[in-house]
């Protein structure tokens, strides 16, 4: 608003346009100027607004009726039709979930209408669609802008994380979830969220069964349905009637003996077909290779994570018995750093099953750099397994059963331990991204980095608006629910074109009903389902 001297609908429209990037609004300021800035998005600035006192009629130009000026209403374009054609058009807009960028009706007009005038047009007819509005325009700050997301929280804790730099990270929103802030899934470095997302789905479609069909039935050459051969005999006949042949899966006539098929046959040897056996053997022996790795650190995590009460009372009954040892730090930064490890270790499997397969690198590598890149991404992985396993062994330790002496060594192998875990994680992390990832045609695969302290938590941002009265009659604004990663966002003021906080208050979380009255809508619900209560 400062900078290009806009008032806050104005400067609004224009980052919405531009889905809140600021950079890009200066880029295209510098490179294009402030007039093609503004025609590009709509944004169309009158100085000064001249007022006409005439009560004469006036044609609107959609109705062709004859309508007083005074039921005339003008945008900033000039273009001006009556009120009731106007609410129309804006009640159409917002059904049609367009509200964040309403055009004027004029034809190849690409002005954005005032907010204002919609505000009042829409509420005096429509007053559940005006705040279906109001809701679309406060929710574009966070679902337009790929730097700010809503925590994916099941139900949701109606938090917004707002993060700075790069938008390849972990983060954990106040609620306790963690997720990547990319793809909104669970964390999952080192996988990149591409890795991530066929693993899910190779895990969730049953693939083990998959390919075990595929190396233990033949399709039906009718029905296409797959059948196992349950006898001896080559001649297999599906369900549905068809008589085929097991060897080469060709259709057949029913007449045949233990021997032979009359009328057909199959005795060349086809290489094809067995190479297509043989592959598929291979791949499901691969799968589950790293599945049941991946498996077994992910339960392991899951165990683990039960472990922070019972230390607790170790810690406790040893304070009690050992006196002297006050400082009993080290259990919950080794059981902080072994949660890490585990993690890391876990999601290191699927990442090891694309990088090394022949799904998204098969023309990326040579065989022979393939099997060198592995074998050195695999030393790196064991080590940090066998040092991830005896970290555990020691976290495990009863030492609140054991004399002074004892527990020193226990805290000197646990110390000793996390610093070397520590230390793996960061090299595999840079072996991934500096000798497997680095190259520029695995660009796309981008994974958050490595962080010693674990995934970075959100900080509520501090910072509220009044609200004005008449608003607030009829709203009741609830906590700011916008966190932020990074330390370094002081926010004393309204986020640059955020849509009239003067109005809606410092809410930033989504508005949960409560029993305040029926004024109130909850933003976890869709659109529709608003609407019709």
Known sequence: MDLLTLDEQHARSLLIYYHWDIEKVLAVLVEK???????????????HKSSSLSTSAVMCYICMDDIPANDITTMDCGH???????????IVKINEGQSRRIRCMAHKCNAICDEAVIRNLVSAKHPDLAERFERFLLESYIEDNKMVK??????HCGNAIRVEGDKFCEVECACGLQFCFSCSEEAHSPCSCLMWELWTKKCQDESKTVSWMAVNTMPCPKCDKPVEKNGGCNFVSCICGQAFCWLCGGATGPDHTWSSINGHSCGRYKDDNAKRVEHAKHDLHRYMHYYNRYKVHT???????????????KISISESKQPTLKDFSWVTNGLNRLFRCRRVLSYSYPFAYYMFGDILFKDEMSKEEREIKQHLFENQQQQLEANVEKLSE?????FDEYLEGKIMEIRMQVIDLSVITDSLCKKMYECIENDLLGSPQFAIHNIAPYRSKGVERATELSGCWNTKADYADNHTPSDSGIN?????IELG?????????????CSRKRARKQALGDDLFDLNLPAEVIDKS
């Open 80 to 90: 001006g039709f009556c009120n009731n054609c106007w609410t129309e058009h804006f």
């Open 493 to 505: 003021r309204p986020f640059p074109g955020t849509p009239n906080l003067d109005e809606i208050g």
């Open 299 to 313: 339960d392991s995590f899951k165990l683990e994570t039960m472990l922070k009460e019972i230390i607790q009372d």
């Open 150 to 155: 809503w925590c994916p929280s099941v139900p």
């Open 484 to 488: 932020r990663t990074g330390g370094r």
């Open 394 to 398: 020691f976290i495990e330790e009863p």
């Open 33 to 47: 100027g402030k007039d093609r800035l503004f025609s590009e998005a709509g944004v169309t600035v009158v100085e």
